[in-house]
């Protein structure tokens, strides 16, 4: 395996490299949604791009997974939704980095960052077909809930998604 690290991302300089990447992610979720329920994923990957902004502000974070080469193997993201509760947003690894531990460093990093944030509570929404996604959480302590205030999953596709949380001090 080469060399990865895990930090902070740039985006005045990886932009577009980190849209890129979550609209790859987003157009592999809604495939994937489609496949396993039939119905249309309530978001448009191309719109992944506009929120990037959002992960640059104080109370949000972003994270890359970055290759030897510089190519991003990966990211995940923090957003604020009430003093001292954070969401994990948009994590994703690129197909050929999976197996490979990436997730679970970018989750650990995560992790950190929420603490550095001031946050007690991290929650998490994801959809019920990414299993390796929710073993990942279940490894570092999240336990499943009902949906939250503040998720951005539709009332009526909330049933085709697994609602995470766990104390950002442990499990």
Known sequence: MSPLLVRPADLAAEADAVGDLMVEYMTWATKQFRATFGLDAPTD?????DGLDDYAKPSS???????????????GALRTLEPGIVELKRMYVRPAWRGRHVGSRLLDGL?????????????????????DAHGLYRSRG????DHYQGTEIPPDFQQYWAFFERSVTGA
């Open 45 to 49: 990957p191309a719109q992944m791009r």
């Open 111 to 131: 992790l950190d960052q929420a603490a550095e944030l001031g946050a007690s509570t991290i929650r998490l929404d994801t959809a019920r077909f990414m299993q």
């Open 61 to 75: 974070a972003l994270l890359v997974a970055v290759t030897a080469d510089g190519d991003l193997a990966g990211a």
């Open 142 to 145: 999240f336990v499943e809930r």
